[in-house]
Antibody, heavy 119, light 111 residues
């Protein structure tokens, strides 16, 4: 059974750093693109970026380039999303997602990680 | 890149059919047959309902169907049920990058 299990909710202060994780299981982790999707409170879905774990080829959406870092450790089948300096506007639910159907469609989603940034 | 355009809300009565539109451009919806649709209930992760414009994943009810004409894709739900009440998002591959783009989302209310 394919599963993407994300790390737990985080409460941080502005300016702090953060790294959240997404562990894949039940499939060959290195052969599917994994992406991160942001959903701000009461808002829609936004692609942040994607990574191909086999060679760590990483692509970012223009809005998120330079704002976050996406990485993966294929030895432990885990993808990461990190911030070096959080802002209040980073408060959102973050989903990891496996692009498992043609055209980049997402067939499996993580359960989401809620990040709250507040002073 | 700009989000695909969806109506903010649609509604229908149980048993009726509704259609949600998703308008893009020649750079995304119009360029490829790679449109996906996702259903999201409050507090839950999204779920894939349609991919490649009109393909249903295993386990998705055949009441859900997709189509495309030019730069506009559509999701049709027939025989509306109370459990269909949710937010629906379209997504498309784009010519500008391999990441893709989402629509703004449509809230479906079952009256």
């Amino acid at each position: 059974e394919v599963q993407l299990v994300q790390s737990g909710a985080e409460v941080k202060k502005p300016g702090e750093s953060l790294k959240i994780s997404c562990k894949g299981s039940g499939y060959t982790f290195t052969t599917y693109w994994i992406g991160w999707v942001r959903q701000m409170p009461g808002k829609g879905l936004e692609w942040m970026g994607i990574i191909y774990p086999d060679d760590s080829d990483t692509r970012y959406s223009p809005s998120f380039q330079g704002q976050v870092t996406i990485s993966a450790d294929k030895s432990i089948t885990t993808a990461y999303l990190q911030w070096s300096s959080l802002k209040a506007s980073d408060t959102a639910m973050y989903y990891c997602a496996r692009r498992g159907v043609s055209g980049g469609g997402i067939d499996f989603w993580g359960q989401g990680t809620l990040v709250t940034v507040s002073s | 890149q700009s989000a695909l355009t969806q109506p903010a809300s649609v509604s229908g009565s149980p048993g009726q059919s509704i259609t949600v539109s998703c308008t893009g451009s020649r750079s995304d919806v119009g360029a490829y047959n790679f449109v996906s649709w996702y259903q999201q209930h409050p507090g839950k992760a999204p779920k894939l309902m349609i991919y490649d414009v009109n393909t249903r994943p295993s386990g998705v009810s055949n009441r859900f169907s997709g189509s495309k004409s030019g730069n506009t894709a559509s999701l049709t739900i027939s025989g509306l049920q109370a459990e269909d009440e949710a937010n629906y998002y379209c997504s498309s591959y784009t010519t500008s990058n391999i990441i893709g783009v989402f629509g703004g989302g449509t809230k479906l209310t079952v009256l």
